[in-house]
Structure formats: C-alpha cells, structure tokens
T-cell receptor, first 114, second 113 residues
Framework: GDSVTQTEGQVALSEEDFLTIHCNYS??????LFWYVQYPGEGPQFLFR?????EKGSSRGFEATYDKGTTSFHLRKASVQESDSAVYYC?????????????FGIGTRVLVRP | EAAVTQSPRNKVAVTGGKVTLSCNQT?????MYWYRQDTGHGLRLIHY???????EKGDIPDGYKASRPSQENFSLILELATPSQTSVYFC????????????FGSGTRLTVL
C-alpha cells in the first residue's frame, strides 16, 4: 500500500539553526504531497502541498520540493524560531481519488531551544 | 476560517461500554474523516464520508462504526470499547477537490479502562 517514511522521530535545535526533516514516499500512482504541522493541544493544520514533479511548496519560511526521481519531499527551513516547536507530518494523497484519503507519516517532533 | 468542532474533548470509558465521538463542521464540506493518533504510528484513517448518508472504511476500521446523518455531523461509534482503542481521535473535513486541504478539529482524548 501507499506509505510515507519520516526518518527523524525527534529533532532538537537552537534558534536560527537550519532544519531539515526527511520525507520519502511509496505510492502506486502519482500522489499529491503535503506537510501538516501540529502544535500542542491542537489538531494538525495544513502547511503546504505540491502536486507535480519539481513543484516547490512553501509557507511561513518552510519549503519542500517534490522529487519524483528520489520519491522525496523533504521539509527545510533556513532559520528556525522557538515558535516552530511542533510536530510535523508529511502526507500523501492520490490525486485521482474522489476525496483526500491522506496517508500520514509517523511525524517528527521539533524542539527549538531559545 | 474553517471550523471543525469535536466533543467531548476528553472521555473515560470502561471496557465493553459504548462510546460515541461527535464531530460538527460549519464549512459545508462534502468530505469528513476520522483519524486516530498514536505515538509511533502517526495519524491513521478509520472511516470517512463523501456526504450525508455515506460512510466508507478507512485503513483501520475494525472495532469502529461511523454515521453521517447530515452534511455537518459525523460520528465515530465504538460499540464495545477495548483498552487498545485508547488514543487521541481527530475529525477532519475537506471540500472534495483533488488534493484538498483538510481542516482538523482539536481532538478527543479517549481512555478505555
């Protein structure tokens, strides 16, 4: 079945550090790829998406580029702030479905120290 | 701003009891989803719906039923709760377009003793 792999379970950083969270996917078709962010006590919220090869998604200083060749959608931010502490989820959905049955990775907890 | 409201926020149930988790959305979205969140598993899809009167099985439907009596409401039902169903449950809605954005509620923390 379709799946998403996030290799980092937890990342600890200091403010202004560079953040990378690795996301690789396996899918039977040509999926749309997403990043969602979840702050403590809240539900996940959409960060951005990309729907085709080489497309870059971005929001709030975060970005990721859809790479069909390496089946990856790695999340990056050049300079993190304490407010970026959250859990980040990579997800995929097959674009020809009637709805978005999102398949999520296990999430990466990011802790940014002041 | 999309609004998805879940109730209750916290629930303690006994093994073998019936539990109903409720979700209401005011976005007039066609699609609604129930996920559970567990450490080491991320978010997993239990049931979903494409509109009033419809329910579909997700990836882990065993032990759960769903009901969509109206566009706005989507319930998750545990007829015979078990401790393995202790988790945080999230409801979400989406407009039904390809690569739609999902809007999540704040979750229900369920503990089954």
């Amino acid at each position: 079945g379709d799946s998403v792999t996030q290799t980092e379970g937890q990342v600890a950083l200091s403010e202004e550090d560079f953040l990378t969270i690795h996301c690789n996917y396996s899918a039977s078709g040509y999926p749309a790829l997403f990043w969602y962010v979840q702050y403590p006590g809240e539900g996940p919220q959409f960060l951005f998406r990309a729907s085709r090869d080489k497309e870059k998604g971005s929001s709030r200083g975060f970005e990721a580029t859809y790479d069909k060749g390496t089946t990856s959608f790695h999340l990056r931010k050049a300079s993190v702030q304490e407010s970026d502490s959250a859990v980040y989820y990579c997800a995929l959905a097959l674009t020809n479905s009637a709805g978005n049955k999102l398949t999520f990775g296990i999430g990466t907890r990011v802790l940014v120290r002041p | 701003e999309a609004a998805v409201t879940q109730s209750p926020r916290n629930k303690v149930a006994v093994t073998g009891g019936k539990v109903t988790l409720s979700c209401n959305q005011t976005n007039n979205h066609n699609n609604m989803y129930w996920y559970r969140q567990d450490t080491g598993h991320g978010l997993r899809l239990i049931h979903y719906s494409y509109g009033a009167g419809s329910t579909e099985k997700g990836d882990i439907p065993d032990g759960y039923k769903a009901s969509r009596p109206s566009q706005e409401n989507f319930s998750l039902i545990l007829e015979l709760a078990t401790p393995s169903q202790t988790s945080v449950y999230f409801c979400a809605s989406g407009g039904g377009a390809s690569a739609e954005t999902l809007y999540f509620g704040s979750g229900t923390r369920l503990t089954v003793l």
